[in-house]
């Protein structure tokens, strides 16, 4: 009875883990997600919420080259309004 159990546990997991990437996964995620969303409006259930920054504790490497990114924009704006004052 166990490796019956064992064996339906592993092929769900298996089926899970190669739905969550086809469209129809996507789909689904997306669906319950906006139940959740729902639910959080409704009731105010605050337990849903995530903090905006959440992102960057799942991806770091992608949160430290947007910082890159900004601070380049930051400094070619900064030397492009320069250059304007200065009637260049």
Known sequence: MDLYINRRS???CSCLAYIQKTKIGLWGYAQFDKGLDFLRDKY???WFDQPKDAWRKVSPRIAKKIDELETRIKVIEARHIRNLDDGK
């Open 10 to 12: 592993t092929l769900r």
């Open 44 to 46: 105010g259930l605050t």
